[in-house]
């Protein structure tokens, strides 16, 4: 494999580490060699004194990362291996170092940030979105919950609104993402070659951090007019607060004003496309996580894991959308009415938060 070939490349350039995730082909999903090399690479930067920073962004024009490799994922566990075990391990061992890490981080969020993408996303310090991000945690949509620290930053987000995008999987554009703060800065993608060329000229303080807010300040906007997160926040807060997804899904199909009607209809409908248990879940998880160390957000995530592919929709969501693509996932159960609350529960039953601290839920 050539140096151009590698799944991640590395380089350089005025005290910055840039970090390019080199899998454009594949939107620069994540599988086990790119998350070494990503690791092995901010290792050897942070006890490098002459980096101050690093950079982190996907090759080509489509995509940041659109998520893990999930016919990686589904393919080891139906041979009976384990690689899909490593793979959560050490992807999240990496995305609780990045969140600790001493030297700023500013990602370069353009085009697609999903799933896998989000987790290095946010745990980077600054985060650089474009008018072409769409951004989001989609896993519902193929019977899975929101991993990756999600449970950690979603119900840390203002009000309802993690809750709501957990829960329905839906994806946002860059005006959405800077009102929920899913993103610091917005910048046309046609000046992300400036930002280099800047970055190879800036001079260096002894915050380097700070020097670079200062640059993304005079270049790019931290507010975009037209969020429609914005514009829905009130009902979003007063539903995504219910106490089940059922009644979530009940008072969406009540609302019969007519400013929100519209949104409504679409919310029910993306829940209905959804596997019940991966929401039941998923709610579970978010309101957990929001009183979790960050520690114990990855710790209660891989806990689920190691059970989901055996008791979870993820194996029928994958060979549904990605496999077969016939598109008709049967999730189990079909329904929201036919889910029992203990089934919910028992997934969580035996955790134990590492932290050693007691575990407390909303």
């Known amino acids: 494999m050539s140096e151009q070939q590698a799944p991640v490349l590395a380089r350089v350039s005025n005290r910055i580490g840039h970090l390019t995730l080199n899998r454009p082909g594949a939107l620069n999903t994540l599988d086990l060699p790119t998350v070494d090399l990503l690791h092995q690479h901010l290792q050897a930067w942070e006890s490098d004194p002459q980096i101050v920073a690093v950079t982190l962004r996907g090759a080509g024009e489509k995509a940041f990362c659109a998520g893990g490799d999930i016919r990686m994922l589904y393919d080891s566990h139906k041979a009976g291996h384990n690689l899909h075990e490593r793979f959560f391990e050490q992807e999240y061992a990496l995305d609780h170092y990045l969140h600790r890490y001493p030297k700023p981080v500013l990602a370069l969020l353009d085009g697609f940030v999903l799933g896998g993408g989000m987790g290095l996303a946010q745990a980077a310090s600054l985060r650089v979105i474009t008018e072409r991000t769409r951004m989001g945690m989609p896993e519902v949509g193929i019977g899975f919950f929101p991993d990756v620290g999600g449970s950690y930053f979603l119900p840390r987000l203002p009000g309802e609104l993690g809750i709501y995008l957990g829960v329905t999987?839906?994806?946002?554009?860059?005006?959405?993402?800077?009102?929920?703060?899913?993103?610091?800065?917005?910048?046309?993608?046609?000046?992300?070659?400036?930002?280099?060329?800047?970055?190879?000229?800036?001079?260096?303080?002894?915050?380097?951090?700070?020097?670079?807010?200062?640059?993304?300040?005079?270049?790019?906007?931290?507010?975009?007019?037209?969020?429609?997160?914005?514009?829905?926040?009130?009902?979003?807060?007063?539903?995504?607060?219910?106490?089940?997804?059922?009644?979530?899904?009940?008072?969406?199909?009540?609302?019969?004003?007519?400013?929100?009607?519209?949104?409504?209809?679409?919310?029910?409908?993306?829940?209905?496309?959804?596997?019940?248990?991966?929401?039941?879940?998923?709610?579970?998880?978010?309101?957990?996580?929001?009183?979790?160390?960050?520690?114990?957000?990855?710790?209660?995530?891989?806990?689920?894991?190691?059970?989901?592919?055996?008791k979870g929709d993820l194996m029928e969501g994958v060979r549904a959308l990605i496999i077969d693509k016939d598109k008709t996932p049967i999730w189990n159960p079909p329904t929201l009415d036919e889910l029992a609350p203990p089934r919910v529960q028992s997934f969580f039953s035996n955790f134990r938060p590492v932290s050693g601290k007691p575990l407390r839920t909303a």
């Open 169 to 310: 999987g839906c994806q946002v554009r860059a005006a959405d993402a800077l009102y929920a703060q899913l993103a610091d800065y917005c910048l046309p993608s046609e000046r992300l070659a400036e930002l280099d060329t800047r970055l190879d000229q800036l001079n260096w303080s002894s915050t380097p951090e700070q020097d670079l807010q200062d640059l993304l300040g005079g270049m790019a906007t931290e507010r975009i007019a037209g969020s429609e997160l914005k514009a829905y926040r009130q009902v979003i807060d007063e539903y995504f607060s219910l106490p089940d997804v059922p009644a979530i899904h009940a008072a969406l199909l009540r609302e019969q004003r007519p400013e929100l009607r519209d949104w409504a209809e679409q919310t029910v409908s993306l829940i209905d496309s959804r596997s019940p248990l991966a929401m039941a879940v998923t709610l579970e998880l978010l309101r957990r996580g929001r009183y979790l160390s960050l520690a114990d957000c990855f710790a209660q995530e891989l806990y689920l894991d190691y059970q989901w592919f055996d």
